[in-house]
């Protein structure tokens, strides 16, 4: 039963990462209006203010639905991610404007990626791969993963053919404020 509860909670905590509701669009309209049309010149890769590493294998021109391959490395072991696919905040802020996510693993538009998961998330989430190299003579562990994403052309009623859209990774709900997890790779769609 407890288990049941700690994914009663997960859902709800998730919810402003993983929906694009109308109740979020009617809030969150005012940044999104001021959003710019979709990029033309991407690269496939970004790097965050900690020096980690978000790398995706396609962002232009990708159909609907496309499971996109993504990868990243150098992040700190101790904050939990989400990887996801999002309409682009503006800087500074909390991506919001997410694809679903459900406890049933099948309509998830997120990977929930964690070494230090609340009890009751340990089956929802993938913990990261550790890698562990010598920096000025001290052992440094960062953590690495690599998931599928399903990026769609709709998130709620905003189009990513008219808005900006990304594969990026954000710190969990446990940690929702924590912006220097945020690493942001745009997307664009045929």
């Not at 990462?17 to 001021?34: I, L, N, W």
């Not at 962002?59 to 990868?71: A, C, E, I, Y």
Request: contains cysteine.
């Amino acid at each position: 039963m407890s288990a049941l509860i700690g994914l009663a909670t997960i859902v709800s905590l998730v919810g402003p990462v993983a929906s694009a509701t109308a109740s979020v669009a009617h809030s969150s309209s005012q940044a999104v209006s001021k959003a710019t049309p979709a990029a033309t010149a991407l690269v496939n890769s970004a790097t965050g203010v900690s020096g980690q590493i978000l790398k995706v294998d396609a962002v232009k021109n990708v159909d609907d639905m496309q499971r996109l391959n993504v990868s990243g490395s150098g992040y700190d072991l101790k904050v939990g991610i989400y990887v996801t696919f999002c309409v682009i905040p503006p800087k500074g802020k909390r991506p919001e404007l997410c694809g679903p996510f459900d406890v049933t693993g099948q309509n998830n538009q997120a990977v929930w990626v964690s070494s230090n998961p609340p009890i009751y998330a340990i089956p929802l989430v993938k913990p990261f791969d550790t890698v562990t190299k010598k920096v000025n003579g001290k052992k440094v562990s960062t953590g690495s993963f690599k998931v599928q994403v399903p990026a769609t052309r709709m998130i709620g009623t905003f189009d990513c053919k008219v808005v900006k859209c990304a594969i990026l990774t954000r710190a969990d709900h446990t940690r929702s404020d924590y912006r220097k997890a945020d690493v942001i790779t745009p997307v664009t769609f045929k």
